[in-house]
């Protein structure tokens, strides 16, 4: 029997390269944050969470971090749709926004959360992803190019460092590729 997992990305990879992230996130925003004025960092639930947390204890400039719960769900056109849930209203008008993001896959959901800020009229918005696989991006989505990314991947189905499969293996230490038939 085949492994069912196969390393991808080792913890120290990860932490180092989270460290890069969030200095040339400080240096970016350096100029734009203040403590009056502080750069909003929306972590998405809940893949997301591992990173987020991370990410936000190594920048360097004020934030402001919350939350935006994002899924899912088949429609009737058994299309993809993401739906959010804010839970409350994040006032994001005139603010600066980064979406800290787990994965991005299709691009539907970062397309969707963009829409919706910049709707409400956000100053600007970037999308900060662990992990990119521009590989799989739909063609209406070809226009989500993340801003900063930690890795780009190929299409591989990955765990670990807070991402799940059915809700498992979120708390794996490395990013492992999944083999659920092994
Ligand atoms: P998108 O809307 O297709 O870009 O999907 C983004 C969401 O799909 C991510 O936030 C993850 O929750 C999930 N996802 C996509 N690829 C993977 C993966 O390889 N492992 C775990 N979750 C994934």
Redesign the pocket.
């Known amino acids: 029997m085949s492994e069912q997992f196969t390393m991808l990305k080792t913890n120290d990879e990860i932490r180092r390269r989270i460290a890069e992230l969030a200095a040339a996130v400080s240096a970016d925003y350096a100029d734009i944050a203040t403590a009056e004025h502080p750069l909003l960092l929306l972590c998405?639930l809940r893949?997301a969470v591992f990173f987020s947390a991370d990410l936000v204890r190594a920048v360097s400039i004020p934030i402001e971090l919350d939350f935006l719960k994002?899924h899912?769900y088949i429609n009737t056109e058994s299309a993809?749709e993401?739906v959010f849930d804010l839970g409350r209203d994040i006032c994001v008008k005139d603010r600066h926004v980064l979406i800290l993001?787990?994965?991005?896959?299709?691009?539907?959901?970062?397309a969707a959360v963009r829409k919706h800020f910049e709707d409400k009229g956000a100053a600007s918005f970037r999308i900060c992803t662990m992990l990119d696989?521009p590989g799989r991006r739909v063609p209406e989505c070809a226009d989500i190019v993340p801003d900063y990314i930690g890795f780009t991947i190929p299409d591989?189905?990955?765990?670990g460092w807070g991402?799940?499969?059915n809700e498992k293996f979120r708390l794996l230490p490395d990013i492992m590729v999944y083999h659920p038939e092994a």
């Open positions: 998405t893949g994002v899912s993809l993401p993001e787990d994965i991005v896959d299709t691009g539907r959901t970062m696989k591989l189905f990955v765990v991402l799940d499969y």
